[in-house]
């Protein structure tokens, strides 16, 4: 008994340290809709995508990994007048 709560007890510290030594993915990115020129950050985690009525949207930038650094590519996009707001 002691060998088999031995063995799951490694088996999770295992799991646990692949799950923390996995690298984070890019979630964010910014969308532009097209009827306003409004620019939007975007969360891929999000289950849905933005539903495309009355205007559809085009992804104007590449994945970040934190929604600071979208943030900052959406102002530098403002600055640029690549989005109106």
């Given at each position: 008994?002691?060998?088999?709560?031995a063995l799951c007890l490694a088996t999770c510290l295992t799991v646990a340290a692949?799950?923390?030594?996995?690298?984070?993915?890019?979630?964010?990115?910014?969308?532009?809709?097209?009827?306003?020129?409004?620019?939007?950050?975007?969360?891929e985690d999000l289950q849905r995508k933005p539903l495309e009525w009355p205007s559809t949207y085009k992804v104007i930038?590449?994945?970040?990994?934190?929604?600071?650094?979208?943030?900052?590519?959406?102002?530098q996009m403002r600055t640029e007048r690549r989005c109106t707001l």
């Open positions: 008994m002691r060998r088999a709560i692949i799950a923390v030594a996995k690298p984070a993915e890019a979630g964010y990115y910014v969308i532009r809709w097209e009827n306003t020129g409004i620019c939007q950050i975007w969360n930038s590449k994945p970040v990994a934190t929604f600071t650094a979208a943030m900052t590519e959406q102002q």
